[in-house]
Every structure is written in C-alpha cells, then in structure tokens.
Nanobody
Framework: QVHLVESGGGLVQPGGSLRLSCAAS????????MSWYRQAPGKERELVAG????????RYAGSVKGRFTISRDNSKNTVFLQMNSLKAEGTAVYYC????????WGQGTQVTVSS
C-alpha cells in the first residue's frame, strides 16, 4: 500500500526558509520520479518541483526556480523540498506525489508565509 507522509510545514515570515519532507512507503521508492505540488486557497493545484528516480534530474516551476531545491535520499525513502526566500504567495498546502501523473498523493502540509 502506497503511503506518502509530508512534514515540515508551518508559519514563516517573508524571506524565511522551510524544509519539507515526504516519507514514502509501500513501493520501491528508488524506481520512481517524485514531485511536489502546492494548492493555494481558491487556486488549482500546481507543480512546484520534480526529481528523477536517481536524483540526477530536477525540474522547477518558474515561480520558484532559484529559491526552492528538491532532493531525495533513496536510502531513507524520503524526498525533500528546501524553500528559501519565501514569499506571501507561497502560502499553500504542499503535497508530494509519486511521479507526475499518479493518483498517489500525501495528505499535505500547510505552509503559511506571513509577517
């Protein structure tokens, strides 16, 4: 049974940083690309970042490029999202997902960027 559990969200001031984690279980983690999405209030869920199964290839939404970094530790079945220079528009629920088109999502973690 696929299980994805996000953690690390919280309240942060504009310009601050947070590191999200997503612990995976129930499948061969190292065989799958992984991705992070976010959904802000009243908006559609959008892709933030993705990483290939081996970690060698990453992709980012234009709005976060240069500020966010996706990484993974296949020995710990975990994918991370380091978020720096956070902006108010980064307020959203952040979800991890197995690959880019699967139905396997975590429950989400709330990130609120506010002074």
């Amino acid at each position: 049974q696929v299980h994805l559990v996000e953690s690390g969200g919280g309240l942060v001031q504009p310009g601050g940083s947070l590191r999200l984690s997503c612990a995976a279980s129930g499948f061969t983690f190292s065989s799958y690309d992984m991705s992070w999405y976010r959904q802000a209030p009243g908006k559609e869920r959008e892709l933030v970042a993705g990483i290939s199964s081996g970690g060698g290839t990453t992709r980012y939404a234009g709005s976060v490029k240069g500020r966010f970094t996706i990484s993974r530790d296949n020995s710990k079945n975990t994918v991370f999202l380091q978020m720096n220079s956070l902006k108010a528009e980064g307020t959203a629920v952040y979800y991890c997902r197995r690959s880019y088109a699967s139905g396997y999502w975590g429950q989400g973690t709330q990130v609120t960027v506010s002074s």
